[in-house]
């Protein structure tokens, strides 16, 4: 599955919501690549060399299959990251990713789950071509005239430029706020993230602490990440056969969306 996860305006947390996805996604086959063109942070939070990362990644652009290990860093936060350098100069890199590595990203996402962090989403951004790509785009927005009046502004282009399905992530209010925005830009809401100091502290990494994962942001997260595996296609089993020479040989069973795990009959 290939998820993005951007903003309108502002820092409403996009970054936060995509490494806590990658960190705690109920499947040990999550990678956060950071794509925001303005430059990644992750790598001065958690204190890693931003190379090889997103600039290695989208130059190779044709590996094949789950984002290669080379190109990732582990996070003490337990997720899987392609930093990106900080600045502009990030941009070139998302352009040359948009251009040239789609399909590789595709073709990644088919067999694992990659989430791209596109940053904040304007029309020249070169990121909403990757974020065109993604089966679902999380856009997040703070329960406020300002933030509902900068998404309202871009739903026009947006929602024209996506495949994928567009769902709106609630900010710092978990009730009547995210439930107004919801309605009024006549957008779906996959969940709320509150407002939470110490969460947000471990997931810029600030702070150490043991079971963060039930601290309320990481719970909150953690509900996004099973609201999104619930929209999963089930995995159809398909047989192919295969023929050799003269005899055929026993089937390979076939997932669409769990190719990796390809089992043969015996
Ligand atoms: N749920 C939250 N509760 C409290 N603080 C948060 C939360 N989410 C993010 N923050 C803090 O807000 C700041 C901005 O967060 P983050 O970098 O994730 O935003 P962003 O939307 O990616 O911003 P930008 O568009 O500049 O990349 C960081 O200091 C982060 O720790
Ligand atoms: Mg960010």
Same mark, same amino acid.
């Given at each position: 599955? =290939?998820?993005?996860? *951007?903003? @309108?305006?502002? %820092?409403?947390?996009? /970054?936060?919501?995509?490494? $806590? +996805?990658? &960190? !705690?996604?109920?499947?040990?086959?999550?990678?956060?690549?950071?794509?925001?063109?303005?430059?990644?942070?992750?790598?001065?939070?958690?204190?890693?060399?931003?190379?090889?990362?997103?600039?290695?990644?989208?130059?190779?652009?044709?590996?094949?299959?789950?984002?290669?290990?080379?190109?990732?860093?582990?996070?003490?936060?337990?997720?899987?990251?392609? =930093?990106?350098?900080? *600045?502009? @100069?990030?941009? %070139?890199?998302?352009? /040359?990713?948009?251009?040239? $590595? +789609?399909? &590789? !990203?595709?073709?990644?996402?088919?067999?694992?789950?990659?989430?791209?962090?596109?940053?904040?989403?304007?029309?020249?951004?070169?990121?909403?071509?990757?974020?065109?790509?993604?089966?679902?785009?999380?856009?997040?927005?703070?329960?406020?005239?300002?933030?509902?009046?900068?998404?309202?502004?871009?739903?026009?282009?947006?929602?024209?430029?996506?495949?994928?399905?567009?769902?709106?992530? @609630?900010?710092?209010?978990?009730?009547?706020?995210?439930?107004?925005?919801?309605?009024?830009?006549?957008?779906?809401?996959?969940?709320?993230?509150?407002?939470?100091?110490?969460?947000?502290?471990?997931?810029?990494?600030?702070?150490?602490?043991?079971?963060?994962?039930?601290?309320?942001?990481?719970?909150?997260?953690?509900?996004?990440?099973?609201?999104?595996?619930?929209?999963?296609?089930?995995?159809?089993?398909?047989?192919?056969?295969?023929?050799?020479?003269?005899?055929?040989?026993?089937?390979?069973?076939?997932?669409?969306?769990?190719?990796?795990?390809?089992?043969?009959?015996?």
């Amino acid at each position: 599955m =290939l998820i993005a996860v *951007g903003s @309108g305006k502002g %820092a409403p947390g996009a /970054t936060t919501l995509g490494l $806590g +996805l990658a &960190a !705690l996604w109920p499947r040990p086959d999550a990678a956060l690549v950071e794509c925001d063109p303005a430059g990644g942070d992750l790598w001065a939070r958690f204190g890693h060399h931003p190379e090889p990362g997103l600039s290695a990644l989208a130059a190779a652009a044709t590996w094949q299959g789950p984002i290669p290990g080379f190109f990732r860093r582990r996070l003490s936060v337990g997720a899987d990251v392609v =930093l990106a350098i900080p *600045g502009d @100069g990030a941009a %070139a890199s998302v352009l /040359t990713l948009a251009d040239r $590595g +789609l399909e &590789a !990203l595709r073709q990644a996402a088919a067999t694992a789950t990659v989430i791209l962090d596109v940053g904040r989403l304007d029309h020249r951004s070169p990121a909403v071509a990757l974020a065109a790509a993604a089966d679902h785009v999380l856009l997040l927005a703070a329960p406020s005239l300002a933030q509902q009046t900068q998404v309202g502004a871009r739903l026009p282009w947006l929602s024209h430029a996506l495949s994928g399905k567009l769902w709106l992530v @609630g900010v710092g209010d978990g009730g009547h706020g995210t439930a107004e925005l919801s309605r009024d830009l006549g957008l779906p809401v996959i969940g709320t993230v509150p407002y939470s100091r110490w969460g947000a502290s471990v997931l810029s990494g600030q702070l150490r602490i043991p079971n963060w994962q039930r601290l309320k942001l990481a719970r909150a997260v953690r509900c996004i990440a099973a609201a999104l595996c619930a929209l999963e296609p089930e995995p159809t089993e398909q047989v192919v056969w295969r023929a050799t020479g003269r005899s055929a040989v026993p089937p390979v069973i076939t997932s669409p969306t769990f190719a990796g795990r390809r089992r043969e009959a015996s």
